[in-house]
């Protein structure tokens, strides 16, 4: 059962799923840890060949050098090129589900996607959690929600990542790598995936050797579905889905030290309508909605990265340089009823560029102290730009804005212009002896902000307004950990960080709240990583405190509807645990599974939209996070293999916004998916949210409407084929 009003946090928090207590799920996870670990010791026993046995090793780039997550005091979870593939994953919020403590409060548009890591969260102008492409980020959240093609990995860290990347890395970073071009031979992939909606796609990549030390690929695919939500008054379905990526890369390696990579994205999405309405309606008549007006939402994002990395005796250095411009055009109604009250037609676009230079110690020759001390070192510069537009046009019908105004209203709120100018150096050391290593690391963080905001109405009812104005913010983030090998397979760790975003502008915002000020936390987290029975089993543990000072969240603007402005609403705190699990009970079948918990509360004296919230929870932060499921594979006659696989992904409980007036009560979701495979080609059925479950994963307050809510319904199930061909 859901609920419009505000849940109530102690019985939410008290169960998981319809009624399951903690205590019955907790026996459940002892049970699923002891069957990998009982049946990996059964499988050791009866296997002769153990190494087919083991998990599959991982490479991350979490603290920016490659190295095993294994041995990395940080939480991270990567989500590999194989899973990618088997799940059927083109979106990083579809990614978050196998890592705890995730969630993605995205709407089924590409450009609203705001992922929250153990409670952080932000708005699109200044994320807490910054999505990295190759090493470039994504400055504005309207361009990180990119289609995943030729993508060799997606790296979830959480925690605060300040000391390595910067102001936007308070709540962790989000790594996706682009697969690399084959010196060796050519290879290709094609994948041709079918379902209900009228779901088609089609997405495929080559890839091989131009010479020894140069190669390509080339990947490209689209993909469109009918919507999911029906305008009642039309028959029309409203929140259809279209788009067209692709991605060319040129790897050049001049010598066996020296590499070059030029890649070059881009995706054009031509979409229908966001599928809002009023949240009690959405509970009661799911994908249902009632509009005069149906409008669009289009997407256009182009990129170019170039990356070099050169490997010496004694030192590494390496450089990653990125542009990125994104244009994205939304037009929608906006009072969401039968009567034509109001439209909005907002057009954005931003240009940002990025240098990174980094040096580092040599990975097989860092520098030796004698008596089994080592140092390891890193440190860099970090440049960027940015400039942002956006023009949003409000259209009112007679009497809507007053009473006394007969006539229609256009109201441009806001024409704004924006544009950054930053510079970060950091550094980090980490000193080993014996089993002990101690990382020490700091960035100190510049930047300067203009802005150029304009309102106004036509015909004039009301006196243009103009605010223009200049910020500059700096800081210091130290972070400091220390870890030690209780075994060769077994780390225990603890660090301390501190977190920083700056302050900035609002596009559009009430009468003095044009700018806000900084964030700051500090982070506490500790934990254990470690193998068993042979490397077969993979279990981590974790728990975090988060202390914030000036949060910053994205409040609404009362006089203009579906419009947020940043502002700092006080002091927060979160703490919660993590707990993950992989490995192969026998052969053919691999058990997974993830528990993830969190209690977030805003401190004494933090007001949003003049409300008081102490106490309150945090927004689009669910209590806790489980996923667990299975995969099994199972040789047939001659070179053919079945295969099935099975996960179910929980969200606990969460409100939609800091007053805590409406949430969304714990939900699960089941996907399935089953094939063969005989030599290069794969087919395999698929059904995600199986049991159709209903929820509502985004909402926000909105004047007018019966709950004073809206918001859209999660994804439906959905049920297709779909048929590879790899060689």
Do not use: C
Not at 438 to 462: C, N, Q, T, W
């Amino acid at each position: 059962m859901t609920r419009t009003g505000p849940i109530n946090s102690r019985r939410a928090r008290g169960t998981l799923v319809k009624g399951v207590p903690y205590r019955r799920f907790a026996v459940g996870a002892l049970a699923v840890a002891g069957l990998l670990l009982t049946g990996a010791r059964d499988a050791s026993a009866q296997s002769g060949d153990p190494l087919r046995m083991t998990a599959p090793p991982e490479t991350v780039t979490a603290q920016k050098e490659d190295a095993d997550p294994q041995g990395l005091p940080v939480s991270v979870t990567g989500i590999s090129k194989e899973l990618l593939g088997i799940e059927g994953i083109t979106s990083i919020g579809d990614a978050a589900i196998f890592a705890p403590n995730t969630f993605f409060s995205e709407f089924q548009a590409r450009k609203l996607s705001f992922p929250v890591f153990r409670g952080i969260t932000s708005g699109p102008g200044n994320p807490a959690i910054t999505t990295y492409v190759d090493g470039v980020p994504m400055i504005h959240t309207n361009a990180s929600s990119i289609e995943l093609i030729d993508v060799e990995q997606i790296e979830l860290v959480r925690g605060g990542q300040s000391a390595l990347f910067g102001r936007n890395a308070l709540g962790g970073i989000v790594n996706v790598a682009s697969s690399r071009p084959s010196l060796t031979k050519w290879t290709g992939a094609l994948s041709v995936p079918l379902g209900n909606y009228a779901a088609r796609e089609a997405r495929g990549v080559v890839s091989g050797p131009l010479s020894g030390r140069s190669a390509i690929s080339v990947a490209a695919g689209r993909s469109a579905r009918h919507g999911f939500t029906t305008n009642v008054l039309s028959g029309d379905d409203i929140d259809r889905r279209g788009n067209t990526f692709a991605k060319a890369q040129l790897l050049w390696t001049p010598a066996t030290n020296w590499e070059t990579r030029l890649i070059v994205g881009g995706e054009r999405a031509r979409d229908g309508d966001y599928a809002l309405a009023d949240l009690g309606s959405l509970r009661t008549s799911p994908f249902r909605t009632a509009r005069d007006f149906e409008g669009h939402t289009d997407r256009d994002v182009v990129s170019g990265t170039l990356l070099t990395r050169h490997a010496g005796g004694r030192m590494t250095w390496s450089t990653a340089t990125g542009i990125v411009h994104w244009k994205t055009t939304d037009e929608t109604d906006l009072d969401y009823s039968p009567f034509p009250a109001a439209t909005r037609l907002n057009d954005e676009k931003a240009t940002q560029f990025t240098e990174e230079i980094r040096f580092a110690s040599a990975t097989a020759a860092p520098s030796s102290f004698g008596n089994g001390t080592i140092l390891r070192w890193q440190g860099g510069i970090f440049l960027f730009t940015q400039g942002y537009d956006q023009n949003a046009v409000n259209s009112y019908s007679p009497f809507v804005v007053s009473q006394q105004i007969p006539f229609a209203v256009q109201q441009t709120s806001p024409l704004a212009t924006l544009d950054d100018l930053g510079v970060g150096v950091y550094g980090q050391a980490t000193v080993t002896r014996n089993r002990l290593d101690v990382a020490l690391g700091a960035r100190v963080d510049h930047e300067s902000k203009d802005a150029s905001l304009d309102s106004s109405y036509a015909p004039v009812i009301a006196a243009p307004t103009h605010v223009s104005g200049d910020r500059s913010f700096s800081n210091v983030s130290p972070q400091v950990s220390v870890a030690y090998r209780l075994h060769p397979n077994r780390m225990a760790y603890v660090s301390v960080t501190s977190g920083y975003k700056s302050g900035g502008f609002n596009p559009a915002a009430p009468s003095g709240a044009e700018s806000f000020g900084e964030e700051h936390t500090w982070q506490t987290e500790g934990g254990v990583k470690t193998m068993w029975a042979s490397g077969r089993v993979r279990a981590n543990a974790a728990f975090f405190v988060i202390n914030w000072d000036d949060m910053q969240l994205n409040v609404p603007i009362p006089q203009v509807p579906t419009q947020f402005f940043v502002a700092n609403v006080g002091g927060a705190r979160s703490a919660g645990v993590e707990v993950e699990l992989n490995g192969r009970a026998t052969r053919n079948l691999e058990l997974f599974g993830s528990v993830g918990y969190t209690h977030g509360r805003f401190s004494d004296g933090s007001v949003s939209s003049g409300v008081d919230i102490s106490g309150n929870d945090l927004p689009n932060t669910p209590a806790y996070t489980t996923t667990f499921g299975a995969e099994y594979r199972q040789q047939v006659a001659g070179n053919a293999s079945l295969f099935g696989r099975g996960e179910v992904a929980i969200m606990g409980a969460f409100q939609y916004d800091p007053q805590n007036g409406a949430g969304q009560d714990s939900y699960a979701l089941t996907n399935l998916r089953a094939g063969v495979q005989k030599g290069q080609i794969v087919v395999d059925g698929w059904i995600k949210n199986a049991f159709d479950q209903r929820y509502v994963p985004l909402a926000f307050p909105y004047p007018g409407q019966p709950s004073g809510y809206v918001g859209e319904n999660g994804r439906p199930r959905t049920i297709g084929v779909t048929i590879g061909l790899r060689f």
